[in-house]
């Protein structure tokens, strides 16, 4: 059982957990993910590790209430507990000092990107930020992103809040001009997003990383469920990822296999919630 | 009474059948297919062995367990005797007595084989189990040595840990289970379906491992969580037994089309998370009415009955050998034919075809012919030319095998590997690295259960041994 210490709303379906994992605090880098169910009998979610504290033994999760199992995690109060979490996983994130990177999320991949920008800061990289969301309700994060970021830029598709339009708007201001384009750049959101981020910075040679979410069962490279195509090779996020170079991704595979329980889901009345979740 | 029976009068006696629930039936539900023997049954199976002086059944087990030694008593009704010597031996008697293959081991030795049928084994060796967790309260707790100040930490917690901690807590050391999963049993619990080994099972036999005081820690990923090299520190000696977790994969085209799963992650979303299983489960699964596995063991069998059960109307085994050539206990292979599914041999899958929305449509499939034995003594199958052709399908399961995970030795490379990236181990499963053991497939590569256990206990043997020079 693991304690969950806080648990707050970001946004909306957005939620921000707290919990009590000591020996992940300390083992855990970023880029790293746990595997998380609240209560026995329900789906292993993977969950991006946001952030760490060692010394209090507590790890950061964000996570987006869409399906049955993700709206039981966050129904759980400060002073519940989670019944499962397993981690951390995955390969940690290739940190270096490229000088300019750009870090670019959009929506609750926002929150995965976090650890990846603080630690790219923290090694000494000049981060630029973008990210965007579908309103100013869906942007998260931005003072903490901004804190550790030379500039931080944000879009809404509504122009709720910063420019209107999508993150590759400024990201492609950016790679145009030699004197800000980045060295490395750092993109996590829905596959569109990270599909059009690599297809922006692909004629200009920029290493350009993506951070993968496809359906994943145990985590440690044991069912293959999480397999996807990369340079034509079929890799298992899990054990091989989450991050890729975007360049070699097969997105249309991505965007297809996550659908694959589309249908079971829109038709799954969750026991929460008491209604149909979309 | 029976101690004075004849051997003439033993070897009158026919083998029992072991009552089985209807195939129609069963194969739409989960219920346990074999329903064990009476006491009544039992006993008179029991009789049958004629006690012979050079136990042929024992050099065929792998955990050496007393065979003649518990029929024995169980054929003089002496049930608590029988259970106390089989449980002394066996860390999971119940499971052994369901899923060993016991045609090719110790019933495979029975002298009565010779001419008729062997003692019926792995029949008795589940009764007795069951009797002895139905009467664990009658059985009472079981002498312990006094603590030895030792602790030894044990990773995965399917058959070799389950059977290294249960040893190794009978000698008086401390043991903790790592299991990298949210529950316990490892692949008794995620690879094998419940109507072959119920769940209450493994619950039943890792509970009498609690009541020796072992101690098992779930959601801990050694390689991950924790390092070997934190485990070096904190414990005095190792045993790792994390399995063979990694598909090997099929490497034809549409691998990754919609509903094509490993046979693990198909297995672990029935047997481990519930799905189309425990109404209450929220774990999907892509059900499929024509379903075709691709495999010719124990764990292609399991895959194609549980697509039965879960209402495919062709369930078929698509396997490259001859029948005779598969890897799959016979009574699997029985039981899946008794429930409908297809057997289509000699056929080999080359390619999966896709429909416009990306859902696997078309198993494309090669006719095979035998030619000359391979490495492995087994005649390889040879492609007919000209022989393509296509099978409607809307799910296909890969179960043709699984390699060494490298989570764990990925992060310890001062454990030696083989080329196959399993670790070497000596003939008692000591590693390169000192009071560090290994056994079960991470060592021999996807093998069967009692294997496994076979390896846990020699190594646990070795253990002792090792902590007792220290």
Known sequence: MFDVISNEVLAPNLHQLVVRAPRIASSRLPGQFVIVRAEAGEERIPLTIGDADAAAGTITLFVQAIGASTQRIVAVPAGGRLRDVAGPLGLPTHIRNWGRVACIGGGVGTAVLFPLAKALAEAGNEVTTIIGGRSARYIILADELGALSREL????????????????????????????????????????????????TRPHGIETVVSLNPIMIDGTGMCGGCRVLVGGEAKFACVDGPEFDGHLVDFDNLADRLATYRESEASHVCRVAGKEVA | MSTGMTTRERLAIDRVHMVELDADSRSRNFDEVNRGLTPEEAVREAQRCIRCTNRQCVAGCPVGVSIPEFITALADGNLREAARILTRDNALPAVCGRVCPQETQCEARCV??????????????????????????ELGDEPLPPPTGRRVAVVGCGPAGLTAAGELARKGHGVTIFEALHDTGGVLRYGIPEFRLPKTIIDAEVA???????????????????????????????FIANGAGLPVMLSIPGENLKGVYSANEYL??????????????????????????????????????????????????????????????????????????????????????????????????????????????????????????????????NAVGTRANPLLTATAPELKLNRWGNIATDDNGATSVAGVYAGGDIVRGGATVILAMGDGKQAAAAIHDWLNRR
């Not at chain 1, 590759?168 to 959101?189: I, K, N, S, Y």
């Not at chain 2, 609690?210 to 190792?238: M, P, S, W, Y």
């Not at chain 2, 899958?349 to 416009?356: L, Q, T, V």
């Open chain 2, 112 to 137: 009565r084989g010779i001419k008729g049928e062997p003692v019926a084994i792995g029949y008795l060796e589940r009764f007795v189990a069951d009797w002895a967790t139905a009467n664990v309260a």
């Open chain 2, 208 to 238: 009498r491992l609690l009541a020796l005081g072992v101690t098992v820690e779930c959601n801990v990923i050694i390689g991950k969580t924790l390092t070997l090299a934190q485990l070096r520190e904190e414990f005095d000696a190792v």
């Open chain 2, 268 to 397: 672990t979303r029935v047997n481990l998370m519930g799905a189309g299983r425990d109404p209450g489960s929220t774990t999907p699964i892509i059900a499929g009415k024509r379903v075709a596995v691709i495999g010719g063991g124990n764990t292609a069998m399991d895959c194609v009955r549980t697509a039965r059960r879960l209402g495919a109307e062709r369930a078929m085994i698509i396997y490259r050998r001859s029948e005779e050539q598969m890897p799959a206990r016979v009574e699997e292979i029985k039981h899946a034919k008794e429930e409908g599914v297809e057997f289509v041999m000699l056929t080999a899958p080359i390619a999966i075809g896709g429909d416009k929305d990306g859902w696997v449509a078309t198993l494309r499939c090669l006719r095979m012919e035998l030619g000359a034995p391979d490495s492995s003594g087994r005649r390889s199958p040879v492609p007919v030319e000209g022989s393509a052709y296509d099978i409607a399908v809307d799910v296909v399961v």
């Open chain 1, 153 to 200: 830029l944000v879009t809404t598709e509504d122009g709720s809040l910063g420019v209107q339009g999508f993150v590759t708007q400024p990201l492609e201001g950016l790679v145009a001009d030699p004197a800000r384009r980045p060295g490395a750049v750092f993109a996590v959101g829905p596959v569109p997003m990270m599909r059009a981020v690599a297809e922006l």
